[in-house]
């Protein structure tokens, strides 16, 4: 099993930055991939970013080129750096882990991101 614990949401008006971070516990040693998704409301969720093991990154459309995701191998921690965030990043935002020898996709709680015109 793994845990995930987000961190670093809040309030920001537009063209701010924010950074979030979540620290995953457990059987971190299983996991391959780790990422961002994002839940405004009425609209499903969806991907941010995502980065993997050896470093390859993946990011949603409408985040290109404004945010970027890193990770701590050996804090088993991964940070999500947004900036000139726009009223429509709004949304909550989950902590996703991928751990193919336990079959699980985990998540965190999620981390609330509000974004003021």
């Known amino acids: 099993q793994v845990q995930l614990v987000e961190s670093g949401g809040g309030l920001v008006q537009a063209g701010g930055s924010l950074r979030l971070s979540c620290a995953a516990s457990g059987s971190v040693f299983s996991i391959n991939a780790m990422g961002w998704y994002r839940q405004a409301p009425e609209k499903q969720r969806e991907l941010v970013a995502h980065?993997?093991?050896?470093?390859?990154?993946n990011f949603g459309d409408s985040v290109k080129g404004r945010f970027t995701i890193s990770r701590d191998v050996a804090r088993s921690t991964v940070y999500l750096q947004m900036n000139s965030l726009k009223p429509e990043d709004t949304a909550l935002y989950y902590c996703?882990?991928?751990?193919?020898?336990?079959?699980?996709?985990?998540w965190g709680q999620g981390t609330q991101v509000t974004v003021t015109s």
């Open positions: 980065i993997t093991l050896g470093g390859s990154t």
């Open positions: 996703h882990a991928h751990s193919p020898s336990t079959g699980g996709n985990y």
